[in-house]
């Protein structure tokens, strides 16, 4: 059994790493999510419990065009999230004031984002986890989300009954349905980060699941902005608390990430495309397209499940409103554990989860941000890297797992045609197809 000690983030202001006493039947005087609070009968026998914002997303199976070039329209949820999340900071419910966090771009061809966050890296009494086990039960008597105030909760996210997008500004807590909710992170990383928690009251643990999955791909088409992604950090590639999450925020730029070149691998059923990301610090694969985003949310799901099953910690970034998926198996955490990381990298007390993994670095000393350059991007994320051996036998395994039945013939004669006419490469998820001679090894087969 592996363990590390680290001082983990605060996401909620009711954060605490002892267990916490049950509230009574009239509530436990914090407001919180659990049943002490959600529902609260008075004298008369009326129900006074909890009422938050709802916003009802409508469910379609739209095809998904990792091609497309759209205009993001006017999107009433982009603007809800950041008008409560806004209204949350005027309240002063946050640790502190992210933008005034330093922020730069370091000179380079890959475009890293630093950011000097120092008030992430908390004075308090370090905690060990276990980093060699990706699924743990869930444990109540351990921090999780029901325990959050109500005021942190922005409002609830569910599918509406006609399929269309609906607003309620004061809506009940169904406590039959365990509805998902959208909550601020007291400890943002930049504008507007926020925590998405599938079916709260569930007290489902970090794992991913299809239905979940999809919700957090709703909400990156509803929010319909290209500066929005969600990223899921797995038990051992640096979640802090064992219950079902995703973190989203807004970054102005790039990821780096995303710009990073791809080679195709293969095509699964229903359209969906299946690359790798090459000259990039951090191996990984890229899912795209699809004829609908439930198409696209059922592979990388069954991929999730597979390397969750597997034991093998990862992360996961969702980009372009949801018709980019990068899904990052990492093993960091666990060469942390065995000594094998170098103390040059560890003196940075960097945990690179998601955000760090696809380019926005977040440093937590003055002087590693002042020096921060390429180089020592490159080298803390080529920690957090499989090694080439390892990282295909994780494909294959993805790859027996969902059953993706391609027939290798056709699927070598239409790559070679490919590398013909447009070299098999492309920049970025999302970039058209550039010549590059001599590159038929790009499309591998595993």
């Not at 009422?51 to 809800?80: G, H, M, Q, R, T």
């Not at 560890?346 to 926005?360: C, F, K, M, R, Y």
């Not at 941000?369 to 180089?375: F, K, P, R, T, V």
Request: contains cysteine; glycine residues 6%; aromatic residues 10%.
């Amino acid at each position: 059994m592996l363990r590390i000690k680290r001082v983990p983030t605060i996401l909620s202001n009711y954060q605490k790493e002892e267990a916490e006493d049950g509230g009574a039947t009239r509530g436990c005087g914090r407001n919180c999510l659990r049943n002490c609070c959600i529902t609260v009968f008075n004298i008369l026998g009326f129900d006074t419990g909890a009422k938050l914002p709802l916003y009802a997303f409508p469910k379609s199976n739209k095809k998904v065009d990792s091609c497309d070039k759209i205009e993001f329209p006017f999107s009433f949820l982009d603007s809800l999230l950041l008008g409560e999340w806004e209204d949350r900071m005027e309240r002063g419910l946050f640790r502190y004031d992210v933008t005034a966090c330093a922020t730069k771009v370091i000179p380079g061809e890959h475009g890293f984002v630093a950011q000097l966050n120092e008030g992430r890296h908390l004075k308090k009494r370090p905690t060990e986890f276990q980093v060699d086990k990706v699924l743990q039960p869930f444990d109540e008597n351990k921090f999780n989300f029901t325990k959050v105030g109500q005021e942190e909760v922005l409002f609830q996210f569910e599918a509406s009954e006609d399929n269309e997008v609906s607003f309620h500004p004061n809506a009940s807590v169904d406590l039959g349905k365990s509805p998902s909710v959208v909550a601020i992170n007291v400890s943002p990383i930049e504008y507007g980060h926020v925590l998405l928690i599938p079916r709260i009251l569930e007290r489902l643990p970090q794992r991913i699941d299809h239905e979940s999955l999809l919700l957090a791909l709703y909400m990156a088409r509803e929010a319909a902005s290209p500066h929005f992604r969600l990223g899921y950090n797995s038990l051992g590639a640096f979640a802090t608390i064992n219950h079902l999450h995703f973190q989203a925020y807004y970054l102005a730029v790039p990821f780096p990430i995303e710009k990073a070149p791809t080679r195709k691998i293969s095509e699964f059923n229903g359209g969906v495309l299946i690359s790798e990301i090459f000259n990039y610090p951090v191996k990984g694969l890229v899912f795209e397209g699809g004829n609908s985003l439930e198409d696209l949310s059922n592979v990388v799901a069954d991929s999730c499940i597979c390397l969750q099953n597997n034991n093998i910690p990862y992360n996961v970034l969702i980009s372009d409103s949801g018709r980019c998926i990068f899904v990052l198996p990492q093993c960091y955490a666990e060469k942390q554990a065995l000594g094998e990381v170098s103390p040059e990298v560890l003196d940075t007390q960097v945990n690179p989860a998601v955000w760090e993994i696809s380019g926005h670095m977040v440093l937590k000393r003055k002087e590693d941000y002042e020096w921060a350059s390429e180089e020592k991007a490159w080298r803390l994320l080529a920690e957090v890297s499989l090694s080439e051996e390892r990282f295909h036998e994780v494909i294959t395994i993805i790859f027996d797992a969902i059953s993706c039945g391609v027939n290798e013939k056709k699927l070598v004669a239409d790559d070679h045609q490919d590398i013909d006419q447009v070299g098999g490469v492309n920049n970025g998820p999302n970039a058209d197809a550039a010549v590059v001679p001599g590159k038929q090894e790009c499309l591998v087969q595993y």
